[in-house]
């Protein structure tokens, strides 16, 4: 072959490949429509909602004044970055809910969030705000109230400790393809999972113990609740440690050395500590769900974890009257 035919053969090979790759693209767009597709929608939420964070102790955060519709469900963002309503000016007191995807109320209508029951159940004298991020651990979420004191501040922070809270979380790009291509963004997901080795449900169980074990694991929440206890010393604040089960199976539960370990550590820093995992117990966990294919906790779950947390919001309010 001469170089004239090999130059040919490549540009046709490549295009060959563009047009493979555009007509891939195509066919899993046109699929995931529906809004259904856990992969497509979190990769959705991080282009639409989503900005590198100023401050790399954070990660990202939420892009102000944004909205969008993420498995079927509206959000809107505000002018400070957060889930929901414009916070109320000039509030005599205030809620501040800090964490993951879950504080945040992924998959669940705004008024169904956390911050949306506890609305619901507090005074109209507390305003409620929702300081979650989607793929955050705890530190990140902590860090960015510290950021967000100089806007707002609270005189109780709802701490939400999910699952994932001690993940070591990429704060770098995952590139432009897997940002601008929903199919580059379901190869990455299903090639990292493979990757993994590591499958079913004693896999998860494993692969939750080695990362709370983990040095890296127990650093992340140790600097979390070492800035919330300066926090609490500086500002006064009432820290409620809200406890969030892994949400596979809360009958068969095989993942208590996290409810432990966040227990002891509330102890410890003198920090109230809520419990649900007995309140989810009876019903099948899936009825806790957003939808057979995601398990993020739904209103129905949420509702429960506001109802065994507004006990101590009220509490410590009453007190300091």
């Known amino acids: 072959m001469n170089f004239r035919n090999f130059v040919r053969s490549s540009i046709m090979a490549f295009a060959g490949v563009v047009v493979a790759f555009a007509i891939g693209e195509g066919i899993i767009r046109i699929a995931t429509a529906n809004q259904k597709n856990y992969i497509i929608e979190m990769w959705r939420y991080a282009k639409l909602l989503k900005k590198q964070s100023v401050d790399p102790a954070v990660g990202h955060d939420h892009i102000p004044n944004r909205t969008a519709m993420l498995e079927n469900v509206a959000v809107r963002i505000n002018s400070l970055g957060l889930r929901g309503p414009e916070p109320v000016k000039n509030a005599p007191h205030r809620v501040a809910i800090i964490g993951d995807s879950i504080a945040f109320g992924w998959g669940v209508p705004e008024d169904d969030t956390l911050r949306g029951n506890l609305e619901k159940l507090l005074p109209?004298?507390?305003?409620?705000?929702?300081?979650?991020?989607?793929?955050?651990?705890?530190?990140?979420?902590?860090?960015?109230?510290?950021?967000?004191?100089?806007?707002?501040?609270?005189?109780?922070l709802v701490i939400v400790v999910a699952p994932r809270a001690t993940t070591s979380v990429s704060t770098k790009s995952a590139g432009w393809l897997v940002e601008h291509s929903a199919l580059s963004a379901i190869g990455l997901t299903i090639f990292e999972q493979l990757s993994s080795g590591e499958y079913g449900p004693q896999a998860l169980v494993d692969g939750y113990k080695k990362q709370w074990s983990s040095p890296e694991g127990k650093k992340i929440i140790k600097s979390a609740f070492d800035k919330l206890l300066k926090i609490k010393n500086k500002?006064?604040?009432?820290?409620?440690?809200?406890?969030?089960?892994?949400?596979?199976?809360?009958n068969d539960y095989k993942f208590n050395f996290m409810q432990q370990e966040i227990r002891s550590l509330s102890d410890k820093y003198g920090f109230e500590y809520v419990s649900t995992l007995s309140l989810l117990k009876g019903p099948p966990s899936s009825s806790y769900w957003v939808s057979d294919r995601d398990v993020h906790p739904n209103g129905k779950a949420l509702k429960i974890m506001a109802d065994a947390t507004v006990g101590d919001i009220k509490l410590f309010y009453e007190s300091n009257k």
């Open 235 to 250: 500002d006064k604040s009432n820290i409620i440690i809200l406890d969030v089960p892994e949400p596979h199976d809360f």
């Open 124 to 156: 109209d004298s507390i305003d409620v705000i929702n300081v979650g991020v989607g793929n955050r651990n705890i530190d990140q979420a902590v860090s960015q109230w510290i950021d967000l004191r100089n806007k707002i501040t609270a005189d109780t």
